[in-house]
């Protein structure tokens, strides 16, 4: 169960012109030092540790300092994946920031980080998919690298969720944490590396997780802020409702588009939104609940960063080896989800 299956074969080959394969180089990740337990959040609002525990599997999150800007994780996460892939800034040609937290509404997050790790040459751009991001930014990064358009391209999650929670709403405010997950994604011949990835979207169901305020439909005044417009708003139930489905179907797509079935994927990496949906999720793909990382414990929802997160991780405390086959599943606000298939 551990290792490529025999007789694998990399679905991108098939359709493959330019002979090149993507590997997730390195992964790196950072937490915010400060924590945040349910204990100090029964202080805060009409919570108790029993219920978020019981409802959630959070026990405590993250939450960075004043100071501390969703780009200063980002970067600390990017310079860790950089040392685990033996990287330097110079040799990298691109930066995506996945977040919903910017430090800004513009310039970009990416661009931040791209004056902070000194990765002088590189384009950069920040990408908005929710929780979804992270996939999002691991497929578009693949691209660039399988057309031959760049060769080492740095995929950030990170997020400051604890900017956009309403600390007064027992319903959303539990549940998020701050953080950062990076890789870098190269050409590196002869591996299998990121196999396929699934992404969806569904614009419909976009006011079951979304911030009234800040944009151009409601630019912030007086008004807007005293209306609590610039917090994230979310309808629970129906928003897992949605997840497990999603989820679900993309995982399952990604693993046909490989030819694997779940007996031979060593890792699954749900987004960490809830302990129910992990479980949820992981009964009906038929996975035993071994094979489902779980940190949701300690850092709770952290939107894009939270599956790159889980993988350094999963990579960290030998979870996953080096030829160990990765599923990675996502879902978030948008709605967006995805799913992806790596060989470690
Ligand atoms: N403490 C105590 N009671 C609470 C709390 C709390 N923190 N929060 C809600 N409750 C109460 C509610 O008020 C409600 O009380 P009522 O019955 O008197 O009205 C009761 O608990 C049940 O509330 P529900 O919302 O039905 O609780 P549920 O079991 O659905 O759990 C939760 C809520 C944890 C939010 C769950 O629905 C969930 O995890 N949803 C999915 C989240 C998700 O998937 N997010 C992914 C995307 S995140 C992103 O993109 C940024």
Redesign the pocket.
């Known amino acids: 169960m551990s290792s490529t299956p025999k007789n694998f074969t990399n679905p991108r080959a098939k359709h493959n012109f330019t002979g090149r394969t993507v590997s997730i180089a390195g992964v790196g990740a950072y937490v915010p030092e400060k924590i945040l337990t349910n204990a100090e ?1 029964e202080k805060l ?4 540790d029993e ?2 525990t019981s ?2 599997g959070i026990k405590e999150r993250h939450i960075a300092a004043k100071e501390e800007f969703t780009s200063d994780l980002a970067t600390k996460a990017a310079e860790r994946a950089m040392k685990s892939a033996g990287v330097t800034a110079d040799q990298i040609d691109l930066i995506i920031v996945a977040t ?1 937290t910017p430090d800004m509404v513009f310039p970009s997050t990416a661009c931040i980080v791209q004056q902070k790790i000194g990765a002088n040459r590189a384009a950069a751009f920040d990408l908005e998919a ?3 991001g992270f996939i999002y930014g691991l497929e578009i990064g693949q691209q660039f690298i399988m057309s031959r358009t760049y060769d080492t391209v740095l995929v950030i999650g990170a997020e400051k ?1 604890s900017s956009i929670i309403d600390w007064k709403d ?7 944490g701050d953080g950062a997950g990076a890789v870098i994604l190269q050409n590196r011949e002869n591996s299998h590396g990121l196999l396929t990835a699934v992404m969806g979207a569904d614009g419909s169901k976009a006011k079951l ?1 979304y911030m009234p305020g800040g944009g151009s439909r409601c630019p912030a005044t007086p008004e807007s802020v005293d209306a609590r417009l610039h917090y ?1 708003r ?1 309808e ?2 129906e ?2 409702k949605h ?1 497990v489905q999603a989820m679900v179907s993309a995982a399952t797509e990604a693993m046909r588009r490989c030819d694997v079935d779940i007996t031979k994927i060593k890792c699954v990496i749900p ?1 960490q ?2 302990r ?2 992990l479980d949820a999720v992981g009964e009906r793909l038929g996975a035993t609940p071994e094979q489902v990382f779980c940190n949701l414990d300690r850092v709770g ?1 952290t ?1 894009a960063a939270s599956v790159a997160i889980a993988l350094d991780e999963a990579v960290n405390s030998g979870k996953i080896q080096r030829g160990d086959l990765v599923l990675l599943v996502v ?3 948008g709605l967006t989800w995805g799913a992806a298939v790596i060989e470690w």
Not at 170 to 176: A, E, G, K, Q, S
């Open positions: 959040l609002v009409d919570t108790s219920w978020i409802r959630t919903i929710a929780c979804s969720l027992r319903n959303t405010c539990v549940l998020f997780l994230l979310m629970g139930k928003t897992f997840a987004h939104a809830n129910r949906i929802n939107s879902f978030g606000a």
